[in-house]
């Protein structure tokens, strides 16, 4: 197959034994690659019910058939899991130069199993993998450890790692990579944790097989076309990064602040991209071959933290360690973000928990002795604290360590009313009240509260309609293909939005025709994308998922937005039920949420 190794690894890290299994071209046409690959690998190898820690869990670590290409932002890879944070599918993505090194070992995904004996690290080259000893490793941080393993093994292997949070099994634990100081986090939904609690502290990739296109001369004639609009959609992101976002969100009332007390942030400005990249700014990264660098790496000149050198933190960290938690300064928020990355922690999941924690406390539902440290609204001193606390477990960091919806039910009956959360997994920074195709987005979502199923982009267009719900059923669901779609590819989000559209379209079916030489139209394209939604559906249903797990956070359904260009926006129950009736009959779900036989069938599921 062109664009593809056509094999899989599975490694069983209780043994050390590895084999490897052909993808067979059927299942990759059907499927593509990264996320839809990793769903059905899931599926098909991870037991109904079994706790996320067990050993048959599996983590699958996929690439697709861009990767490794000269699409802009190809390298990026799929990591899933069963989530420790959910208990549901999970799947997250990451860029740097790890995808591009995985996929040049010649396999399209590496499925690990079991759990060592002691901590180790797992090597995998063109021959297949092996398991080294990692005793000295264990404890140090991601990047020491990626710098250690990438010394041990030269220069020409990526690393990716968990840092103590991991190993701790902090239930929103994340894995990074660092290439030329280029950061990949596969942040979300604790996989990190599932890595610890296999006793695998990293990955290690190396190989230099070559992906063969089908026809170069069209892929070349796609990218060309594409990168105008590409260079002028992705302007804002190569000035500031992410952190551009800031301002136009908080302007249109739907940054959530105060534990969404508020959408609007009166100090919104000092932790802005333009204000950051002022003050901070010291050089732009980028992942292999992008021509975006979105990433930017800051420095601290002055004051109490001078000397510090650090990667940017990104918009979502911004709202979830700053806004929420009603802290407006900006090197807090370096610092907090840098911790979080080499403790290996989720920052939005860890910035939601902590916002729980200023209400809980401001309502007595708390008291400052549970804590064990000074904190509260603004406090980032307590903040910094409360996040080394929580990746080593320490006091009242083994409860935060549970996540937001785990520590509310142990603190109140009414505790988890006050979680900005969806099947247990902490929303980002795009509004559930304020934009209403995320208020069904979000319900349905397979992750729970991520903006990567549904996303919010095409909803900031002026002429988008986000406080109606007419249509949104169907936009939820279109957008979700196209991120199933985009994922499996692997596609960086940034870069197809911008350079090859916000659906499923015409220059999809271009580049798979050009990379695979099949035959494909939008159209099929649609389909893999229903395919791979329904298939991560399957997973949650199996674990028990039906509608009423697909609700919003309870302040979403009863309390509108107070303030602001979006005041009196929510999503009540009656409102959210009717999308949902709405979003299953264009499924071909049961009332209950759960796909028909006809539907699976039209699918070929």
């Avoid at 301002?247 to 000092?270: D, K, Q």
């Avoid at 732009?284 to 975006?292: F, H």
């Avoid at 938690?325 to 973000?337: K, Q, T, Y």
């Avoid at 957008?479 to 350079?499: I, K, M, N, P």
């Amino acid at each position: 197959m062109k664009g593809y190794g056509g094999r899989i690894l599975l490694v069983d890290c209780t043994t050390g034994a590895s084999r490897i299994e052909p993808l067979g071209e059927t299942t990759a046409r059907a499927l593509l690659g990264g996320n839809g690959l990793a769903a059905r690998l899931l599926y098909d190898h991870v037991p109904a019910g079994i706790d996320a820690f067990d050993p048959a869990n599996a983590v699958v670590f996929a690439v697709g058939p861009v990767t490794d290409t000269t699409v802009p932002g190809n390298s990026r890879a799929c990591v899933a899991a069963k989530s420790p944070l959910t208990g549901l599918f999970f799947d997250s993505t990451f860029g740097g130069r790890f995808p591009a090194t995985l996929k040049r070992t010649g396999f399209d995904a590496v499925v690990l199993t079991g759990r060592a004996q002691a901590p180790s690290y797992v090597v995998v080259d063109e021959r297949g993998a092996r398991l080294e000893p990692a005793s000295a490793l264990w404890g140090r941080a991601t990047r020491d450890t990626v710098g250690a393993l990438v010394e041990a093994e030269g220069a020409d292997a990526d690393a990716i790692a968990i840092g103590p949070a991991g190993e701790r099994r902090v239930r929103f634990a994340a894995m990074a990579h660092y290439w030329k100081n280029r950061e990949g986090v596969s942040g979300r939904g604790g996989l990190g944790a599932v890595l610890g609690s296999k006793n695998v502290k990293a990955l290690v990739v190396k190989g230099a097989r070559k992906t063969e296109l089908a026809d170069p001369a069209a892929l070349k004639a796609l990218v060309d076309e594409t990168r105008e609009p590409l260079k002028k959609g992705t302007q804002a992101l190569s000035t500031f990064g992410t952190p551009f976002l800031v301002g136009p969100i908080n302007a249109l009332g739907a940054l959530g602040s105060y534990n969404l007390r508020s959408e609007v942030f009166a100090e919104a400005r000092a932790v802005g991209g333009e204000e950051m990249k002022a003050h901070y700014h010291d050089r732009d990264t980028t992942c292999l071959k992008c021509p975006v660098a979105c990433g930017k790496q800051y420095a601290i000149s002055a004051g109490e933290f001078a000397g510090t050198r650090a990667k940017m933190p990104e918009y979502e960290t911004i709202f979830a360690l700053g806004p929420m938690l009603g802290i407006a300064d900006p090197e807090a928020l370096i610092l907090a973000n840098d911790l979080c990355d080499q403790l290996g922690m989720d920052t939005i999941s860890m910035g939601v928990t902590l916002a729980f924690v200023c209400e809980a406390l401001e309502r007595g539902w708390l008291k400052a002795s549970d804590v064990g440290v000074p904190f509260g609204w603004g406090d980032w001193r307590g903040m910094l604290r409360l996040v080394e606390m929580t990746a080593r477990r320490e006091g009242f960091g083994d409860r935060l360590a549970e996540g937001a919806w785990r520590l509310a039910e142990s603190v109140h009956p009414e505790g988890t009313r006050l979680v900005y959360a969806v099947k247990r997994l902490e929303l980002p920074a795009h509004s559930a009240r304020a934009l209403k195709g995320l208020s069904i987005g979000y319900a349905t979502a397979t992750r729970g509260g991520s903006h990567h199923d549904t996303r919010p982009t095409p909803q900031y267009a002026p002429t988008f309609d986000r406080r109606s719900t007419a249509d949104k059923p169907a936009f939820a669901a279109r957008s979700q293909h196209f991120t199933a779609v985009g994922d499996s590819l692997v596609l960086c989000r940034f870069t197809s939005e911008r350079g090859f559209g916000l659906f499923v379209d015409e220059p999809y079916a271009r580049m798979v025709r050009a990379v695979t030489g099949w035959d494909v139209d939008a159209e099929e394209l649609e389909r893999v994308g229903e395919r791979i939604v329904n298939l991560e559906r399957l997973f949650n249903v199996r674990e028990g998922v039906r509608r009423e797990h697909d609700v919003l956070p309870w302040k979403v359904m009863h309390e509108p937005i107070p303030e602001g260009p979006s005041a009196g926006m929510y999503c009540p129950p009656d409102e959210l039920s009717a999308m949902l009736d709405a979003y299953y009959a264009l499924r071909g779900w049961d009332a209950a949420g759960v796909p028909t036989p006809a539907r699976l069938a039209a699918l070929g599921l």
